[in-house]
T-cell receptor
Framework: AQKITQTQPGMFVQEKEAVTLDCTYDTSDPSYGLFWYKQPSSGEMIFLIYQGSYDQQNATEGRYSLNFQKARKSANLVISASQLGDSAMYFCAMRATTGANSKLTFGKGITLSVRP | DAGVIQSPRHEVTEMGQEVTLRCKPISGHNSLFWYRQTMMRGLELLIYFNNNVPIDDSGMPEDRFSAKMPNASFSTLKIQPSEPRDSAVYFC????????????FGDGTRLSIL
């Protein structure tokens, strides 16, 4: 079974500062992928970034980077140079990358508010 | 490219009525997922399909819920009869089956059962 834990309370960050959103996971799968999604107040789910468990380097995608620490089973999202539009709910998710099971397991999400 | 298309965007109906939610996945994606999101329970996977075949429906709350995927470009989620506790946002998502590929979500259907 897979489990994603996001325990931070609502996060606040000053515009233009960096912020880290925490995600820890648990799985018995030897190969897996980790995803982050953003859900703004308008409601849509937007894919941000992906990290494979065997990737040699931490994933980056523009202002988003993933601080992947496999031994600690953590996959924290780092947003650099925060913008007001980054205010949203952020979800961490994972899935096994072997076998036929393609479903994602989601965490409960973290609310981020960016202050001007 | 068109994303995942869901209809309707909003639905308000009275308890006991049948509700049908529709989804058109991204062309070429062979996995399709239905989710429900509420404040209390967060994002829950209801059912998913691979190549139009239901693989895991363990998240379907009860027999009032049913989902079909008659072809690769269309899926429905039906609630009959609907109850106020079914009020939620229902998302459809699709992805290729290849490992590492993200699920792409539709804009959701906001369902209110009065």
């Amino acid at each position: 079974a897979q489990k994603i834990t996001q325990t931070q309370p609502g996060m606040f960050v000053q515009e233009k500062e960096a912020v880290t959103l925490d995600c820890t996971y648990d799985t018995s799968d030897p190969s897996y992928g980790l995803f982050w999604y953003k859900q703004p107040s308008s409601g849509e789910m937007i894919f941000l970034i992906y990290q494979g468990s065997y990737d040699q380097q931490n994933a980056t995608e523009g202002r988003y980077s993933l601080n992947f620490q496999k031994a600690r089973k953590s996959a924290n999202l780092v947003i650099s140079a925060s913008q007001l539009g980054d205010s949203a709910m952020y979800f961490c998710a994972m899935r096994a990358t072997t076998g036929a099971n393609s479903k994602l397991t989601f965490g409960k999400g973290i609310t981020l508010s960016v202050r001007p | 490219d068109a994303g995942v298309i869901q209809s309707p965007r909003h639905e308000v109906t009275e308890m006991g009525q049948e509700v049908t939610l529709r989804c058109k996945p991204i062309s070429g994606h062979n996995s399709l997922f239905w989710y429900r999101q509420t404040m209390m329970r967060g994002l829950e996977l209801l059912i998913y399909f691979n190549n139009n075949v239901p693989i895991d429906d363990s998240g379907m709350p009860e027999d009032r819920f049913s989902a079909k995927m008659p072809n690769a470009s269309f899926s429905t989620l039906k609630i009959q009869p609907s109850e106020p506790r079914d009020s939620a946002v229902y998302f459809c998502a699709s992805s290729p089956r290849r490992a590492g590929q993200p699920q792409h979500f539709g804009d959701g259907t906001r369902l209110s059962i009065l």
